[in-house]
């Protein structure tokens, strides 16, 4: 059998914490089926105004897609010293860069996000 960590679970655990900024580096994640962000207090929605960012991927994910995609991410994101970048532009930053290998037609490479556009990624 295989281990399973319920969005349930993890909401249960965390107290009902919010999360600022969440990462799920695994498949489908991201999909819009996923209650994952609900577990981490970020409501599913791309115009949210409070200081949240979720990010996950939609289909099928190959580990070394996944890692490229987060590193140019961070890199993007941690480039500026002033904090004036926002995890959307480094999302997109991310997306534009291409050469994402993917396992099938069927499950293209896919990052999705869900939070605040404007939020820039730091604590609090």
């Known amino acids: 059998s295989r281990d399973m960590i319920r969005s349930s679970a993890i909401k249960a655990a965390t107290g009902g914490t919010a999360y600022n900024l969440v990462i799920m580096s695994t498949c489908k994640l991201g999909s819009s089926a996923s209650t994952m962000p609900e577990a981490f207090q970020i ?35 941690n480039g500026d010293l002033f904090r004036l970048r926002t995890a959307y ?25 869900w939070g605040n556009p404007n939020y820039n990624g730091t604590p609090g």
């Open 43 to 77: 409501e599913k929605t791309k115009s949210s105004t409070q200081r949240e960012f979720y990010l996950g991927y939609v289909n099928l994910t190959y580990d070394s897609s996944a890692l490229r995609f987060e590193k140019a991410f961070w890199s993007y994101l």
């Open 89 to 113: 532009q480094a999302f997109a930053y991310a997306s534009s860069i291409g050469g994402y290998d993917y396992p099938d037609a069927a499950n293209p490479f896919q990052a999705n996000w």
